[in-house]
Structure formats: structure tokens, C-alpha cells
């Protein structure tokens, strides 16, 4: 059953990998203009909260903020789209004007970002009030320190809303580690306001055993991460970053390489593709 499940999750690891490395170069060879917010390194958080929830037929509000690609495409995003949005175009998800770091899409019921960090916790918060729809809001370890957040987390607390905030810590606002930040935790935070509160690391399976209270109740997942590539652009800030995505390829052998190889194939022919008819 696990192994099943950790396919399912390598699959989408392995698009929005491949997509991020196009995305690496096209930065690199100046084919995208603007500020570009890779996703390489986390990728496994919205691909196994995507695989899970699937799984038990939910559609929810999607809330996530600048570092949003994989969480795009986990969900079922449209690769063109996102690819035609990238390169400015009208025919992008956002029409051309979310850029990289304010991805919405319809379909998928999930909000563009305003580029504040944190805002998208009050709204999201809102959008489930009034709505009671199942939500999820993704947030930075650091956009979680905004005071606007913390007061989210206690109204939903206060009100029982089925909602999930999931904390992708990569320890980072753009250089400045969290210890130096601060001397707490989000989840003893969150858990001070009653709410179920987890620290747990980027392994798919630790993220599926939370997955009973999803939506039951509300909960904060602070999901230890990494994050391969500059806060913004295309650079590597240490090669020596542990990579979740080599290590779960490690688990399925050939049959990870099979994987990776054709969505290698799928996206890099997609990108190519979009890019000579630019
Ligand atoms: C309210 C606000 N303050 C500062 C910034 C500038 N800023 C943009 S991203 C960023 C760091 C974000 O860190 P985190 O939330 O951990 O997300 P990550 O980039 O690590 O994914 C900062 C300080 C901003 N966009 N909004
Ligand atoms: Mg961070």
C-alpha cells in the first residue's frame, strides 16, 4: 500500500522537478524576465498532500504563496499554462500578470498570491469561514512569524475550521536562518491555541500519518524541508543540500529512473517546444 502511495508521490515530484530545472535554465538564459521562485528541493510537501487528498475525493481551496510551482502542479495545474504564464503570456494561468510567484487557477480552486508575505493565512481563514469548504494555506517558515497569521491561527481554531496550514520550513527568509529569528516554534504556537500541531520532516510517509485529521479539525503541519536553489533566480547556494526527491528515487531503483526519464521527456519536449514558438 505504502509503495503504491510513494509511487504516486514520486511521479509528481519527478514533473515538478523536471519542470523546475526548465525553468532553472530558461532564468538563466534570460527567456524569463521577472522574479522566479523555484520550488526544487520541497516539492515532496504538494506532492504528497496532492496524492493524499485525491485520495479521498476532496477538492480544496488552495492558498499558497510565492514558492508555488510545485504546488501548482501537484494539484493538477495545467503545465502549459503555468509554462505560457512564465514567459508572460496572455494564454498563462494568471494571464500573464501573476508571474512566478502569484500562480492561480480556477480548475484547481487555488489563489494567487498578493506578494505579502502571510496574507494569504487571514484570507484563506476567511474563504473557510464563509465557506466551510476543506482549505489548505501553505505559508514560509517566515511568512509564519507574521502577526496577521498568528491571529488567523486562532480564529481557526476558535471557530473548528477544516482547515490545514502546512509551514514549508526550509529554514530560510531569503539567508536569514530561523534561529536567529526567533526562539520559538510554530507548532508549540499553534498548539497553544488548541489546534493539532505537528513538527515532521518532507518524508511522504510522516506527512500520510498526519492525514487522518485533515479536514476534521484544524491542523498545522511544520514540514522540515530544503530548498536546492537561490531564494529567487536561478543559483545554487550549497551542493550539499539534502535532496528528499534523490533520496525517495533511491527507494524504486531503475524503476526511479524510469520515472524521472519519462517525465524528463514529457517537460523538457513541452518547454522546448513553447520556447522556439515564443
Ligand atoms: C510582508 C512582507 N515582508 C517582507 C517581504 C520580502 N520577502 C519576500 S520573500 C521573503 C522571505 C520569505 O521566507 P519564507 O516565508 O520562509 O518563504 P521561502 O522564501 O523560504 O519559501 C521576504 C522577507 C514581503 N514580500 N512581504
Ligand atoms: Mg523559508
Same mark, same amino acid.
Given at each position: 500500500m505504502s509503495k503504491e502511495y510513494l509511487k504516486e508521490v514520486l511521479k509528481k515530484i519527478s514533473i515538478c522537478r523536471n519542470f523546475e530545472l526548465n525553468v532553472f535554465n530558461a532564468v538563466k538564459k534570460n527567456n524569463i524576465k521577472f522574479p522566479v521562485y523555484l520550488s526544487a528541493g520541497q516539492e515532496s510537501i504538494s506532492a504528497s498532500l496532492a496524492t493524499i487528498i485525491k485520495k479521498k475525493k476532496i477538492k480544496p481551496l488552495i492558498f499558497a504563496q510565492h514558492r508555488c510551482h510545485s504546488t501548482y502542479l501537484s494539484f493538477g495545474g495545467n503545465i502549459r499554462k503555468l509554462i505560457y504564464e512564465l514567459l508572460g503570456s =496572455? =494564454?498563462?494561468?494568471?494571464?500573464?500578470? &501573476? &508571474?512566478?510567484?502569484s500562480i492561480q487557477s480556477r480548475e484547481i480552486n487555488m489563489f494567487g498570491h498578493?506578494?505579502?508575505? &502571510?496574507?494569504?493565512a487571514p484570507i484563506a481563514v476567511g474563504a473557510c469561514f464563509q465557506s466551510k469548504k476543506p482549505t489548505i494555506v501553505f505559508l514560509g517558515d517566515a511568512s509564519a512569524e507574521e502577526d496577521y497569521v498568528l491571529a488567523s491561527l486562532g480564529w481557526a481554531s476558535t471557530k473548528k475550521l477544516p482547515i490545514l496550514f502546512i509551514v514549508e520550513d526550509n529554514n530560510l527568509s531569503i539567508l536569514t536562518e530561523k534561529k536567529v529569528r526567533r526562539n520559538w516554534d510554530i507548532h508549540s504556537v499553534a498548539k497553544s491555541f488548541k489546534m493539532k500541531a505537528f513538527n515532521i520532516s518532507d518524508n511522504p510517509l510522516e506527512i500520510k500519518k498526519k492525514s487522518k485529521y485533515f479536514f476534521r479539525e484544524p491542523i498545522l503541519l511544520n514540514i522540515n524541508t530544503n530548498r536546492?536553489?537561490?531564494?529567487?533566480?536561478?543559483?545554487?547556494?550549497?551542493?550539499k543540500t539534502f535532496d528528499r526527491y534523490k533520496s525517495l528515487r533511491k527507494i524504486f531503483g531503475a524503476q526511479g529512473n524510469t520515472i524521472h526519464n519519462k517525465a524528463k521527456e514529457k517537460i523538457d519536449i513541452l518547454w522546448k517546444k513553447m520556447l522556439e514558438r515564443q
Open positions: =496572455k =494564454k498563462g494561468c494568471a494571464y500573464g500578470m &501573476g &508571474g512566478s510567484a498578493d506578494g505579502h508575505m &502571510g496574507t494569504q536546492l536553489f537561490w531564494h529567487s533566480g536561478a543559483g545554487i547556494d550549497s551542493d
